[in-house]
């Protein structure tokens, strides 16, 4: 049984530019903050942990930022010793651990509660999986895998204790919102129109989107950090879509913003009408966002995500049929409801007639999620039972 004070390290590599490290830098900054545990947080990308956390400084092998100690991942095989192991190991998303941290763990009494903490996915044989026991084939050590999910049965969703209380005051406050988009450039007729937050990969079918919006009846800002989907915000543009580019035609308005930190992310959903979303971390933030989203997934070999997005448009208790056929539609899956041949401006005008409903939606569903309790008081439950 684990002590209540506890160390715990997390092992990231970066594959999707900001989702890994976002989603192990929330967990970690959780754990220290609100769980009092000493964490050490392995990463292999520092520039792109840069990007949502400024403070990082990326030619530095050991750092502290916000109480957790901050690793460069390189090639640290066989310098480990068993007083260099934490007493909760955390590989994120099945990468490989250095060999030589396996040994030492091997050398620890007692020997550390192992974890694989696995990507978010809605179907249904996650709970079965979750907590499940994988012994090694050679050493002494068992890992178990944790999957965050959406029921009961799994390790809920990552969220902090104060982050519903904040939104709902941010949200109370007309002025605040105002202050916090401001700064970006966005102007009082804009805050007025339907404010869309855009995060998206190159891929998604953006410029079809930007013609429905374009020439719709309602105006919308839509709102992008620099970087994001690039050729076709340049495109509209009509120069390079760097932070503070902004330019307007017909009913649409866009902005390139700069990449903010994650408490600002937080803001920006908060603040907008409408969140289209990449990934993991930015998909779990705008469920706790009480606004209507679209999730953009990230892609796999032989559309294995598409699988993972009809699991989810299954389980999201406010999937309207618009909902989800703008969902299939976005990320390039066979359309479910509505005909193929339905064009973007008439499923935006129809997406657009259902947000007082989808927002109704959003706010049931953030209730639900909360009842599953929270990834990281979750899984330090489970880690101190073993």
Same mark, same amino acid.
């Given at each position: 049984?684990?002590?209540?004070?506890?160390?715990?390290?997390?092992?990231?590599?970066?594959?999707?530019?900001?989702?890994?490290?976002?989603?192990?830098?929330?967990?970690?900054?959780?754990?220290?903050?609100?769980?009092?545990?000493?964490?050490?947080?392995?990463?292999?990308?520092?520039?792109?942990?840069?990007?949502?956390?400024?403070?990082?400084?990326?030619?530095?092998?050991?750092?502290?930022?916000?109480?957790?100690?901050?690793?460069?991942?390189?090639?640290?095989?066989?310098?480990?010793?068993?007083?260099?192991?934490?007493?909760?190991?955390?590989?994120?998303?099945?990468?490989?651990?250095?060999?030589?941290?396996?040994?030492?763990?091997?050398?620890?009494?007692?020997?550390?509660?192992?974890?694989?903490?696995?990507?978010?996915?809605?179907?249904?044989?996650?709970?079965?999986?979750?907590?499940?026991?994988?012994?090694?084939?050679?050493?002494?050590?068992?890992?178990?895998?944790?999957?965050?999910?959406?029921?009961?049965?799994?390790?809920?969703?990552?969220?902090?204790?104060?982050?519903?209380?904040?939104?709902?005051?941010?949200?109370?406050?007309?002025?605040?919102?105002?202050?916090?988009?401001?700064?970006?450039?966005?102007?009082?007729?804009?805050?007025?129109?339907?404010?869309?937050?855009?995060?998206?990969?190159?891929?998604?079918?953006?410029?079809?989107?930007?013609?429905?919006?374009?020439?719709?009846?309602?105006?919308?800002?839509?709102?992008?950090?620099?970087?994001?989907?690039?050729?076709?915000?340049? &495109? *509209? !543009?009509? $120069?390079? @879509?760097? /932070?503070?580019?902004?330019? #307007?035609?017909?009913? %649409?308005?866009?902005?390139?913003? +700069?990449?903010?930190?994650?408490?600002?992310?937080?803001?920006?959903?908060?603040?907008?009408?409408?969140?289209?979303?990449?990934?993991?971390?930015?998909?779990?933030?705008?469920?706790?966002?009480?606004?209507?989203?679209?999730?953009?997934?990230?892609?796999?070999?032989?559309?294995?995500?598409?699988?993972?997005?009809? &699991? *989810? !448009?299954? $389980?999201? @208790?406010? /999937?309207?049929?618009?909902? #989800?056929?703008?969902? %299939?539609?976005?990320?390039?899956? +066979?359309?479910?409801?509505?005909?193929?041949?339905?064009?973007?401006?008439?499923?935006?005008?129809?997406?657009?007639?259902?947000?007082?409903?989808?927002?109704?939606?959003?706010?049931?569903?953030?209730?639900?999620?909360?009842?599953?309790?929270?990834?990281?008081?979750?899984?330090?439950?489970?880690?101190?039972?073993?």
């Amino acid at each position: 049984m684990l002590l209540e004070t506890t160390s715990l390290a997390i092992f990231c590599k970066v594959v999707d530019n900001y989702g890994d490290i976002g989603i192990c830098w929330r967990l970690a900054r959780q754990l220290r903050r609100e769980h009092g545990v000493a964490v050490t947080l392995w990463v292999d990308d520092l520039p792109s942990f840069q990007r949502i956390c400024p403070d990082v400084a990326t030619a530095a092998e050991t750092q502290q930022l916000s109480g957790v100690t901050v690793r460069h991942w390189r090639d640290q095989d066989g310098v480990f010793a068993a007083s260099d192991v934490a007493d909760i190991v955390i590989e994120f998303f099945a990468c490989d651990i250095p060999p030589g941290y396996i040994a030492a763990m091997v050398e620890c009494d007692p020997r550390p509660v192992w974890l694989n903490l696995e990507g978010l996915s809605a179907e249904e044989w996650v709970e079965g999986c979750h907590t499940l026991p994988s012994p090694h084939p050679r050493l002494p050590l068992t890992k178990h895998f944790f999957f965050p999910g959406f029921t009961g049965k799994t390790g809920g969703l990552l969220r902090e204790s104060a982050v519903d209380e904040r939104r709902r005051q941010f949200q109370a406050d007309p002025a605040a919102m105002t202050a916090f988009l401001a700064p970006f450039g966005v102007t009082p007729a804009e805050m007025a129109s339907l404010k869309v937050s855009l995060f998206c990969y190159p891929h998604a079918p953006l410029a079809a989107l930007f013609d429905a919006w374009r020439e719709g009846d309602a105006p919308v800002t839509c709102l992008v950090p620099e970087g994001v989907a690039s050729e076709a915000v340049q &495109a *509209f !543009l009509g $120069r390079e @879509a760097k /932070a503070g580019a902004a330019f #307007s035609r017909g009913a %649409l308005t866009v902005r390139v913003l +700069p990449f903010v930190e994650q408490d600002d992310y937080d803001k920006l959903l908060w603040a907008c009408d409408f969140n289209i979303v990449r990934g993991e971390d930015s998909f779990v933030r705008a469920q706790w966002a009480d606004r209507p989203f679209v999730w953009h997934i990230y892609p796999q070999d032989e559309n294995l995500h598409h699988v993972k997005l009809r &699991a *989810f !448009l299954k $389980r999201y @208790a406010a /999937a309207t049929d618009t909902l #989800s056929e703008f969902s %299939l539609r976005w990320n390039g899956a +066979p359309g479910a409801n509505l005909t193929e041949n339905t064009a973007w401006p008439a499923l935006w005008a129809a997406f657009q007639a259902e947000m007082p409903a989808l927002a109704r939606g959003a706010v049931g569903w953030r209730r639900q999620m909360l009842g599953n309790g929270d990834l990281a008081s979750n899984l330090l439950a489970f880690a101190r039972s073993l």
